[in-house]
């Protein structure tokens, strides 16, 4: 018998953290869409060069994706931090 596949059950943005707000502002977009579909979002933010000097940048760009995502989903407060990338997961609030 042919088994069934299974549907991957999250969706990745990725992030450098000098975005341009137009395009943040599109990523969120996005990012909403999937949250009203009960998807959970991994944000990566990738950090190049000296980039990696400024984590604040890039932490304050997570704060902004938080505070966009308040009333559909919340962002998990355990941050990876794997060399030059940060993750974190944004998991949808029940529906009932």
């Known amino acids: 018998m042919a088994q069934k596949k299974r549907k991957?059950?999250?969706?990745?943005?990725?992030?450098?953290?000098?975005?341009?707000?137009?395009?943040?502002?599109?990523?969120?977009?996005?990012?909403?869409?999937?949250?009203?579909?009960?998807?959970?979002?991994?944000?990566?933010?990738?950090?190049?060069?000296?980039?990696?000097?400024?984590?604040?940048?890039?932490?304050n760009l997570l704060k902004k994706i938080e505070v966009a995502v308040k009333g559909i989903g919340r962002m998990d407060k355990n941050r990876r931090e794997q060399g030059r990338t940060i993750q974190t997961m944004i998991s949808p609030f029940k529906r009932k």
């Open 8 to 59: 991957k059950a999250f969706k990745e943005m990725k992030f450098r953290p000098n975005i341009a707000d137009n395009d943040l502002n599109t990523k969120i977009k996005q990012i909403q869409k999937f949250l009203n579909k009960e998807l959970q979002v991994r944000i990566t933010v990738q950090m190049r060069g000296r980039e990696i000097t400024h984590k604040d940048i890039a932490y």
